[in-house]
Every structure is written in C-alpha cells, then in structure tokens.
C-alpha cells in the first residue's frame, strides 16, 4: 500500500485539520469530526446536514457553505458517523426554523441518522430526513435494503441548499429533495478497486483486462464484470440502464463523475459519449458537471447521475453556491 498518510489510525483527523487550514470559511472540530459554517447557523433558515464514511472526498464536507449543507459529519473511512455526532451536527445546524437530514441509502447512515433525529426531537430540534436511493445498478447490495444512494446525493445538497437559502420552510425543502432524488438515477463503474487504509490491500481483485459494471462507492459489487471495451461501448451500458430505469427526457443535469483515480481527460472523453447518448436519445443536457465530486479514494473508474430537470429545480440548481467543492454565481 503506497498512500500519502501518516497512518491509518490518523487518516480522516489528519485530513479534518488541512481543511481547516485551507478553508477559513469552515469550522472545524477535529475531535467529534464535525465540519459547520463559520459563521455558525443562520437564524430563521433550515439548516441542512449530511455525512457518511469518510473517503468519498469532496462529500460531505466540501459541500459545506453557502447553498448547500450547514454541517457535515464523516465517519472513519467507508464507515458511518455514530448517532451522537449526527446530533452534535443537528444541533450546529439548527437555527430555528428545523434540519434536514440528507441520508444516503447505506444501512449504517440510515439507522444511525434516524437515531439522531429521535434524539433530537427529545431536544426539541424539528428534523425530517430524506434518503437518497439512485444508484440503478442493484437491489439490496452488501450494504443495503434497497438501492444505494450515491451521485443524486450531491444533486439533492445543491437544490435543497438553494431553496433553504431562500428562507423555505423544512416541509417544502424536505419535498424538493425528494424530488431531486425521484427523478435521479445513477450507475457506476470501476477499472480498479481502491484499497482502504485500515485494510492495506485492495478492497476487491480485478484483472488486467476486466471492469466491474454498476460498482458501489465503497467497491461493494456490481451487476456483473466484463471485459474492458472502448468508451463508447461502457458508456452505452451505463446509460442503457438509467435509460430503462427513467427514461430520459426533456431538459437533463448531468454528472460524470470521477471515483478519484481517474484523470480528467479520460472524464471528458465519457463525457462526450453521454452527450451523445442523450441526444440519439431525444433528450438535451441543460446542465452538467465533469470531475471528482463522490469518490471511492483511489479507484479507477466513472460514474453517471441524470437528474430530469424542471424550470424551478435548474434555477435552483443555477443559484449562488460557496462550497470547497461547488461554487459559482457569488
């Protein structure tokens, strides 16, 4: 294992405290792992908060700021944060008017988000959650009871940031994330597997020639491995699925998204496949994103998440955002 760390046990602490150096306008508490707004919460806005295993880098933190999240809080790599840093979380985000939990579908996020938000309605913290289900490729993976949650999710934390921006309540924010993930869907792919530090060898084996066809975010396993092809022919099943599952249609948001090792020309290569696909397909990209936006730590491969837009969530999509990971339009 060849990694820039200090070592295992100190990885995500150790990660923790460069953000807080690089990024005055995060707060930052190394101890719980709790990532807020400098500023603290706004008075009078829902607050929003999601996490997850650490590793997915720039999810959750990086998406900390203005028009997206309040608070995050990772967990250890590939782990889920435990209930009482969710809490601590909601508590940093509650400015009066309710949190939203933004939940990826994993079994750990969900059990231990809905515990925090039991122990937050003890305190009088009005939460609702919204768990993000796109990913098209399983059913009740190793992690699941359903589909898993993976690209939507930053989908859902730019439009629902948007919309509680703008001073909505928690009922009407909680409803348009939830129509952000209804009409998302993703599906992933990997050249290599990553290998988790703790572990010290890679998470799966694949040989020189083989990909792995609709891979998890923590290299869980996907509807089947093949032999590697061209671009074109990968991204043609990646999008055969999402087509089948939601048909695509209309006005698109589109994401292709690096899973960390993969360099940003081969990005823009399936890019230029997707974009094809959609318009043999009658449909038309409205908006898009190219890069690393969820990733796997080093893994080799790509995913697609298509979101079918309507006039209110491209403007919500198109409205300011401050973030590590997002920005544009301040």
């Known amino acids: 294992m060849k990694k820039l760390i200090n070592s295992p046990e100190t990885v995500v602490t150790d990660a923790l405290a460069g953000m807080a150096a690089a990024h005055p306008s995060l707060s930052v508490d190394l101890d719980g792992k709790i990532i807020t707004r400098a500023g603290g919460p706004v008075p009078g806005k829902v607050g929003l908060v999601s996490g997850g295993g650490s590793g997915h880098e720039p999810l959750h933190g990086g998406y900390v700021g203005y028009g997206m999240l309040d608070a995050a809080c990772p967990g250890e790599v590939f782990t889920s944060p435990v209930p009482d840093q969710v809490l601590a979380a909601t508590r ?9 939990h933004i939940v990826k579908n994993y079994t750990g996020d969900v059990l231990n988000f809905r515990m925090a938000a ?17 990913d098209v490729a399983v059913r009740d993976s190793l992690y699941t009871a359903g589909r898993r949650g993976v690209g939507a ?3 859902v934390e730019k439009i629902a940031g948007a919309l509680a921006e703008r001073g909505a309540p928690l009922a009407e924010v909680a409803a348009v994330a939830a129509e952000v993930n209804e009409r998302s869907r993703s599906f992933g792919v990997a050249l290599t597997s990553c290998t988790v530090p703790a572990a010290g060898k890679p998470t799966f084996d694949l040989a020189e020639q083989e990909i792995e066809l609709g891979i ?14 061209p671009a074109r022919d990968i991204v043609a099943t990646v999008m055969d699925a999402i087509h089948a599952d939601l048909p695509l249609a ?9 899973m960390g090792g993969t360099p940003l020309i081969e990005l823009y290569g399936a890019f230029s496949e997707v974009s094809r696909y959609v318009g043999d397909h009658g449909a038309r990209i409205g908006r898009n994103l190219v890069g690393n936006y969820i ?16 006039e209110t969530l491209r403007d919500l999509w198109d409205a300011p955002v401050d973030t590590p990971g997002l920005r544009w339009g301040r």
């Not at 796997?296 to 837009?309: I, K, R």
């Open 250 to 258: 209309g006005e698109l948001l589109v994401m292709v998204n690096g």
């Open 295 to 310: 990733t796997s730590l080093e893994m080799q491969g790509f995913s697609v998440t298509v979101c079918q837009l309507t």
């Open 118 to 134: 039991e122990l937050a309605d003890d305190e009088d913290i009005e939460v609702e959650s919204v768990v993000v289900n796109d």
């Open 92 to 100: 940093a985000a509650n400015g009066g008017a309710g949190v939203l």
């Open 153 to 155: 999710t930053v989908f």
């Open 216 to 229: 998890g975010i923590h290299g869980e396993p996907g509807r089947t491995r093949g032999p590697l092809q």
